[in-house]
C-alpha cells in the first residue's frame, strides 16, 4: 500500500501493523513486546488503543509526562507560543528561553547554595554529550570518567560510554574512552556480599560499614591501582557521573550517608561530580533534584524528560558557574539546531510554574508513601515479590523465586507482556496496564505513575497489579 497522498484515517489495526513490519526499524524497543499495541488517544494517566480500551500508564513515557497527559495549564501555553512565535533559530534570543533558564538556575542555586547557568539542547543524551563537554574542557582535556554499575545515561556513543552496558556498545566499538565502573550501593543485592538487613535506607535502619565506599576509596592509596600520582595527588580521571536513584537500573535507592561519603572522596582528590537527573529530576523523587535527598552539591545537573511534560523535545543541563562562564564556555563551544527552541521553552516554563503552584514536594511525598504501603501489602501476601522500595513517586517491585531472593525474570515479563493485552477485568470493565520493566536481572518493575494521579486510580492499580500477579503465578 502506497500512503503517500492518500486518506489513511480509516486504515484498521491490521493494515497499520502490516505497513510497520514492512517499513519500520525494529532498532527501537517496540518489539520488546510480543505483540505491539497502537494507541489512538491519551488522557491524565490513561493511554487509549484503536479499541478505545483504556490502559492506566505506570511509566509514563519513562517519566516523561509527570504531570499527567493533557495537561491542561501546559498545552495552553504551548499553544499560545504556537500562535505567536513557533519557531525560531536558537543562535536567536527569545524570552521564554531566558525565563527558563533563569527559573532552573534561581531554583537549582536556592537548593545548593551555587551560582550557576543553563544551557539547553534536544535530548537528554545530547545533555550528557554537553556535559561531557564540559568537564573536558574545564579539566583541560582530562577525559576519564568514573560511573556506577548499573547506570544508564543514554546510547550516542559518547554517553554509552559512561552508561554501564556493554550491550549498548558492542555493535559501535569506542568513540574515546570507556568509564571505570563502580558498584553502585545496591543493598537488597550487595555486591560485596553483606546483608541487606544491616543496612541503612534513607528512611534510616541499623548502621553498617560502608563497604561499598572503602573499596572505591581504596584506589587512591597508591599509584599502582591506575587512578593516582601520589607525588602530588594529581589524578587521572576527571569526573563521577552519577544517578542518585537508578533508573534502568531498578529504581535502586541509595542506603543515606552514602553520597555524602562518596562527595567526601570526590572533593578530596578534585573529581567532579555530575548529577544525572534525567529520569528523576522535576519532582518525580519529591525534590526538583533527586540529590537534594541525599545532601550534597553537585557540579552539573542533566536534565530532560518531564522539562516539557512530554509536549517537546528538549533537554539541558546546569552548571556551576566555574565550569560554564562566558570566558571558559565561550560562544559557539556546543550547538544544536533545535535547542531552546520556543515551544520547548514555552512548555518548560509552564510546567516550572504548574510545579510550584501545585506544591508537588507535599503532593508527591502523600502519594509516594501511600502507594509504598499498599504494595508492601501486595509483599507480605505474595512470596514473589521479593523486594519494594521507593522514594516519592519512583518505586520499583523485583520479582523472585519461591526461594525469596533469586530473581525472577520470566514471570517478570510475563506479567509485563499480561498487562499489555488490554484484558484485565476488574469491576466488569476491562483495563490494560502499562508496566515498565528495569533492573540489573530485568526482574524489577519501576513504576512512574503520572504525579497528578489520583488517588482512585493508585487504587486502581494495586487491584489491576494484583490481578496480573495471580493470574501470572497460577
Not at 494517566?45 to 493533557?70: E, H, K, P
Not at 568514573?146 to 566499538?173: D, K, L, Q
Not at 540529590?291 to 536534565?303: A, L, M
Not at 476488574?426 to 518493575?445: A, E, T
Given at each position: 500500500?502506497d500512503?503517500?497522498?492518500?486518506?489513511?484515517?480509516?486504515?484498521s489495526?491490521?493494515?497499520l501493523?502490516?505497513?510497520e513490519?514492512?517499513?519500520?526499524?525494529?532498532?527501537?524497543?517496540v518489539?520488546y513486546l510480543?505483540?505491539?499495541?497502537?494507541?489512538?488517544?491519551?488522557?491524565?494517566?490513561?493511554?487509549?488503543d484503536?479499541?478505545?480500551?483504556?490502559?492506566l500508564?505506570f511509566?509514563?513515557?519513562?517519566?516523561a509526562?509527570?504531570?499527567g497527559?493533557?495537561?491542561t495549564?501546559?498545552?495552553?501555553?504551548?499553544n499560545?507560543?504556537?500562535?505567536?512565535?513557533?519557531?525560531v533559530?536558537s543562535?536567536?534570543?527569545?524570552?521564554e528561553?531566558?525565563?527558563?533558564?533563569?527559573?532552573?538556575?534561581?531554583?537549582t542555586?536556592k537548593?545548593?547554595?551555587?551560582?550557576?547557568?543553563?544551557?539547553?539542547?534536544v535530548?537528554?543524551?545530547q545533555?550528557?554529550?554537553?556535559?561531557?563537554?564540559?568537564?573536558?574542557?574545564y579539566?583541560k582535556?582530562?577525559?576519564?570518567?568514573?560511573?556506577?554499575?548499573?547506570?544508564?545515561h543514554?546510547?550516542?556513543?559518547?554517553?554509552?560510554?559512561i552508561?554501564?552496558?556493554?550491550?549498548y556498545r558492542?555493535?559501535?566499538?569506542?568513540?574515546?574512552?570507556?568509564?571505570?565502573?563502580?558498584p553502585y550501593p545496591?543493598?537488597?543485592?550487595?555486591?560485596?556480599?553483606?546483608?541487606?538487613?544491616?543496612?541503612?535506607?534513607?528512611?534510616?535502619?541499623?548502621?553498617?560499614?560502608?563497604?561499598?565506599?572503602?573499596?572505591f576509596?581504596?584506589?587512591f592509596?597508591?599509584?599502582?591501582?591506575?587512578v593516582?600520582?601520589?607525588?602530588d595527588?594529581?589524578?587521572e580521571?576527571?569526573?563521577?557521573?552519577?544517578?542518585?536513584?537508578?533508573?534502568t537500573?531498578?529504581?535502586?535507592?541509595?542506603p543515606?550517608?552514602?553520597f555524602?561519603r562518596?562527595?567526601?572522596v570526590?572533593?578530596?582528590?578534585?573529581i567532579?561530580l555530575?548529577?544525572?537527573?534525567?529520569?528523576?529530576?522535576?519532582?518525580?523523587?519529591g525534590?526538583?533534584?533527586?540529590?537534594?535527598?541525599?545532601?550534597?552539591?553537585?557540579?552539573i545537573?542533566?536534565f530532560a524528560k518531564s522539562l516539557?511534560n512530554?509536549?517537546?523535545?528538549?533537554?539541558g543541563?546546569?552548571a556551576?558557574?566555574?565550569?560554564?562562564?562566558?570566558?571558559?564556555?565561550?560562544p559557539?563551544?556546543t550547538?544544536s539546531?533545535f535547542?531552546?527552541?520556543?515551544?520547548?521553552?514555552a512548555?518548560?516554563?509552564a510546567?516550572?510554574?504548574y510545579?510550584?503552584?501545585?506544591?508537588?514536594?507535599k503532593?508527591?511525598?502523600e502519594?509516594?508513601?501511600?502507594?509504598?504501603?499498599?504494595?508492601?501489602?501486595?509483599?507480605r501476601?505474595?512470596?514473589?515479590?521479593?523486594?519494594?522500595?521507593?522514594?516519592?513517586?519512583a518505586?520499583s517491585?523485583?520479582?523472585?523465586?519461591?526461594?525469596?531472593?533469586?530473581?525472577d525474570?520470566?514471570?517478570?515479563?510475563?506479567i509485563?507482556?499480561e498487562?499489555?493485552?488490554?484484558?484485565?477485568a476488574?469491576n466488569?470493565?476491562?483495563?490494560?496496564?502499562v508496566?515498565d520493566?528495569?533492573g540489573y536481572?530485568?526482574?524489577?518493575f519501576?513504576?512512574?505513575?503520572?504525579?497528578?494521579i489520583s488517588?482512585?486510580?493508585?487504587?486502581?492499580?494495586?487491584?489491576l497489579?494484583?490481578?496480573?500477579?495471580?493470574?501470572?503465578t497460577?
Amino acid at each position: 500500500m502506497d500512503v503517500t497522498g492518500q486518506d489513511t484515517t480509516e486504515l484498521s489495526e491490521k493494515e497499520l501493523l502490516e505497513l510497520e513490519a514492512d517499513y519500520c526499524s525494529y532498532g527501537d524497543t517496540v518489539h520488546y513486546l510480543q505483540h505491539p499495541t497502537i494507541f489512538a488517544r491519551c488522557d491524565g494517566s490513561w493511554l487509549y488503543d484503536m479499541n478505545d480500551i483504556a490502559y492506566l500508564d505506570f511509566q509514563m513515557w519513562y517519566s516523561a509526562v509527570n504531570l499527567g497527559y493533557r495537561n491542561t495549564e501546559i498545552e495552553a501555553a504551548h499553544n499560545r507560543q504556537m500562535s505567536r512565535l513557533p519557531q525560531v533559530a536558537s543562535q536567536y534570543l527569545h524570552k521564554e528561553k531566558i525565563l527558563l533558564a533563569a527559573s532552573i538556575a534561581q531554583q537549582t542555586q536556592k537548593r545548593f547554595a551555587r551560582k550557576g547557568r543553563v544551557h539547553f539542547n534536544v535530548g537528554g543524551s545530547q545533555a550528557i554529550e554537553d556535559s561531557i563537554k564540559l568537564v573536558r574542557n574545564y579539566k583541560k582535556g582530562k577525559s576519564l570518567m568514573f560511573a556506577f554499575m548499573g547506570g544508564y545515561h543514554g546510547r550516542t556513543i559518547a554517553a554509552t560510554e559512561i552508561t554501564s552496558s556493554f550491550r549498548y556498545r558492542r555493535r559501535f566499538g569506542h568513540f574515546g574512552n570507556r568509564a571505570t565502573f563502580i558498584p553502585y550501593p545496591y543493598c537488597y543485592r550487595c555486591f560485596y556480599g553483606k546483608r541487606s538487613d544491616s543496612l541503612p535506607t534513607v528512611a534510616g535502619r541499623n548502621q553498617c560499614q560502608y563497604e561499598c565506599v572503602g573499596q572505591f576509596e581504596r584506589l587512591f592509596e597508591t599509584e599502582y591501582y591506575g587512578v593516582i600520582d601520589k607525588k602530588d595527588n594529581e589524578v587521572e580521571y576527571a569526573a563521577f557521573y552519577i544517578e542518585p536513584i537508578q533508573a534502568t537500573g531498578g529504581y535502586i535507592i541509595p542506603p543515606a550517608g552514602y553520597f555524602e561519603r562518596l562527595c567526601a572522596v570526590l572533593k578530596r582528590y578534585d573529581i567532579l561530580l555530575v548529577d544525572d537527573e534525567i529520569q528523576m529530576g522535576f519532582y518525580r523523587t519529591g525534590k526538583l533534584w533527586a540529590i537534594e535527598h541525599f545532601g550534597v552539591q553537585p557540579d552539573i545537573v542533566t536534565f530532560a524528560k518531564s522539562l516539557t511534560n512530554g509536549l517537546n523535545p528538549l533537554s539541558g543541563l546546569w552548571a556551576r558557574q566555574e565550569l560554564i562562564n562566558p570566558q571558559v564556555f565561550p560562544p559557539g563551544s556546543t550547538h544544536s539546531t533545535f535547542s531552546s527552541n520556543p515551544l520547548g521553552t514555552a512548555a518548560g516554563l509552564a510546567v516550572m510554574q504548574y510545579m510550584t503552584k501545585n506544591d508537588m514536594e507535599k503532593t508527591v511525598a502523600e502519594k509516594g508513601q501511600y502507594l509504598l504501603s499498599a504494595l508492601r501489602g501486595l509483599q507480605r501476601k505474595y512470596q514473589v515479590i521479593g523486594n519494594v522500595d521507593g522514594l516519592g513517586m519512583a518505586l520499583s517491585v523485583e520479582l523472585v523465586t519461591p526461594d525469596g531472593f533469586t530473581p525472577d525474570r520470566a514471570l517478570t515479563d510475563r506479567i509485563f507482556q499480561e498487562g499489555m493485552k488490554g484484558n484485565i477485568a476488574v469491576n466488569g470493565k476491562k483495563y490494560g496496564l502499562v508496566l515498565d520493566v528495569g533492573g540489573y536481572y530485568k526482574n524489577i518493575f519501576t513504576l512512574a505513575p503520572a504525579l497528578t494521579i489520583s488517588w482512585q486510580d493508585m487504587d486502581l492499580f494495586i487491584m489491576l497489579f494484583e490481578s496480573l500477579l495471580q493470574r501470572c503465578t497460577n
